[in-house]
């Protein structure tokens, strides 16, 4: 089998995508499937991978964010599609790169299986986030009735539609009448777990807020980019400044300034700025005592599932794909987009038993969290078979819906 992905979003220096994909290219190697990835780039040129090969195609870069490009020209990429001749073509955005394949025609095209990964939602990530202070989420949703039409349409041309967490299935299911097959996505959970907890880590980090070991931490990940809603969770945890509570964020991005300027108002929140060093990222999530996140347009939610690998619980908007990692016994909700009630779910969070809520979390490893060798054996199973079934949210069985495996 020869899949080739049409990535809109891979990029050398990329992130949640690339890490995705140079993923789905190891296992591909260990498992003898072969995987090209065609990109848009600053220039042509092929990178020879294991058992592949990444081949960029010279596109515009995207004006906000350089280290991206946006597909222009279909011919190119058709061109390479006929050569490539792929069992699998799979595109993973929405935008441009799925209209291209959606439009490859020809001998090959026919043969080949067209898979539709949904890996963004800009409605939600983009309009409602620019407009949640003065419209509703669903009104925005019935405004942008064109791109949930367009979406519809190219759905339409492919023989299946991916989507990695059961809320956005619901979501497109609900706004564009599109059914989907669920493949949650995987973390590492030897990486991610409870025993990188360090308590002398943890009294450091509040040492440097002037806090004492009684102080609660909590801690965010993700990138600096409007979508994420730093602003509002920052703004939530500096209400609580004087009730010995503490944030670091892990992250970086063009919104830097702001985020920077928002950490600076709340007083109790420490920017810790981009850390590869994914060892050290698993010990700084398992020693703090709780995650908040604030973007309500996670397609996927990994952040969320690795917090709760490392067995602490969550502080999660209530809507986006964070909310599969989601359980009362592990998490408290807000209304995305609301300072006020981001303040108040910390609030209760932390005013519950901490050891039950450790407890909960640890046994949700077992019951919530899928790994990335779980994700690519499904994908690749429902790849090899050519015409998948294709299930909508409501029909998955309850296991699969939860992401639930058993992650010995």
């Not at 069985?397 to 992650?407: I, K, L, Q, T, Y």
Request: one cysteine or more.
């Amino acid at each position: 089998m020869h899949i080739v992905d049409v990535a809109e979003f891979y990029a050398p220096l990329g992130g949640g995508v690339k890490t995705y994909i140079d993923a789905k290219l190891a296992f591909g190697h260990q498992n003898g499937v072969k995987v090209s990835v065609i990109a848009p780039g600053p220039e042509d040129r092929v990178e020879p991978r294991e058992g592949g090969q990444v081949i960029y195609v010279k596109a515009p870069a995207i004006p906000v964010d350089t280290r991206y490009h946006v597909f222009w020209n279909a011919k190119p990429v058709h061109a390479l599609l006929d050569e490539l001749k792929p069992s699998v073509v799979e595109a993973s955005s929405p935008f441009r790169g799925a209209w291209i394949v959606a439009n490859w025609k020809g001998r090959a095209a026919i043969r080949a299986h067209k898979a539709l990964f949904m890996h963004a939602d800009p409605v939600a990530a983009h309009l409602q986030v620019w407009t949640q202070d003065f419209l509703k989420a669903d009104t925005v949703d019935k405004a942008a009735f064109w791109y949930w039409r367009y979406l519809a349409r190219t759905a339409r041309r492919y023989d299946s539609v991916i989507v990695g967490s059961r809320w956005f299935g619901q979501r497109i299911k609900k706004q564009a009448n599109i059914d989907s097959q669920l493949i949650p996505l995987g973390i590492d959970i030897d990486l991610f777990h409870p025993r990188k907890r360090d308590p002398e880590l943890r009294r450091q980090m509040l040492a440097g807020f002037g806090l004492p070991p009684s102080a609660r931490l909590l801690v965010g990940v993700g990138r600096h980019h409007h979508e994420k809603q730093w602003p509002v969770v920052f703004e939530a945890v500096g209400a609580l400044r004087d009730e010995e509570v503490a944030m670091i964020q892990i992250g970086n991005g063009f919104a830097n300034e702001r985020v920077t300027n928002a950490a600076k108002a709340a007083g109790n929140v420490k920017l810790l700025g981009h850390i590869g060093d994914r060892e050290q990222l698993a010990r700084l999530l398992a020693s703090s005592d709780a995650m908040i996140h604030g973007s309500r347009a996670e397609t996927f939610g990994l952040v969320a599932s690795e917090g709760l690998a490392t067995g602490i619980p969550l502080i999660l908007p209530s809507e986006g794909g964070c909310t599969d990692a989601a359980d009362p016994a592990w998490t408290e909700l807000y209304e995305p987009g609301n300072p006020t009630a981001a303040r108040d779910a910390i609030h209760r969070l932390l005013t519950r038993n901490p050891d039950q809520l450790r407890v909960a979390a640890i046994g949700a490893r077992h019951t919530h969290i899928t790994t990335p060798a779980q994700h690519f054996e499904r994908l690749f199973r429902l790849y090899s078979q050519q015409t998948p079934p294709v299930i909508t949210p409501a029909m998955v069985p309850a296991s699969d819906n939860m992401g639930v495996r058993a992650a010995a």
